[in-house]
Each structure stands twice: as C-alpha cells, then as structure tokens.
C-alpha cells in the first residue's frame, strides 16, 4: 500500500511544474488582455483572441515537431 502511495505522490510531483507553467502563462494572457481590456474593451478580447491563438500554433508547431 506505501509503495503503490509513493508512486502516485512521485507522479503528481512530476506533473506539478508543467501545471505550474501552464497556470504562469494563462495568468500571463489573463493579465495582458485585462491591460489592453483597460485601455480600450475591444482591444482586451482581440488580445486574448491572438495571444490564444498564437498559444495553440506553438503547441501545435512542438508536437509535430516531436513526433
């Protein structure tokens, strides 16, 4: 039972840092879009919309590339 426990703590610590950068990078959209949304509102959603997009390019770019 401690084995079969350690071995889920270990893998939840490995996947902690990709969770955290994913969370950095969507606080990081989150606040850019809120930015732009203060300077004027539309400008908030077509940043959000690009930095969204761009976002989903890279990722697909790095698993083609992988694999």
């Given at each position: 039972?401690?084995?079969?426990?350690?071995?889920a703590?270990?893998?939840?610590?490995?996947?902690?840092?990709?969770l955290?950068?994913?969370?950095a990078?969507?606080?990081?959209?989150?606040?850019?879009s809120?930015?732009a949304?203060?300077?004027?509102?539309?400008?908030g959603?077509i940043?959000?919309g690009?930095?969204?997009?761009?976002?989903?390019l890279l990722?697909a770019?790095?698993?083609?590339?992988?694999g």
């Open positions: 039972m401690m084995k079969l426990l350690a071995a703590l270990r893998s939840i610590a490995g996947a902690v840092p990709g955290v950068r994913d969370l990078g969507l606080c990081g959209v989150g606040l850019v809120y930015g949304w203060m300077i004027y509102p539309p400008a959603f940043t959000a690009l930095l969204l997009i761009v976002g989903a990722v770019l790095g698993n083609r590339a992988a």
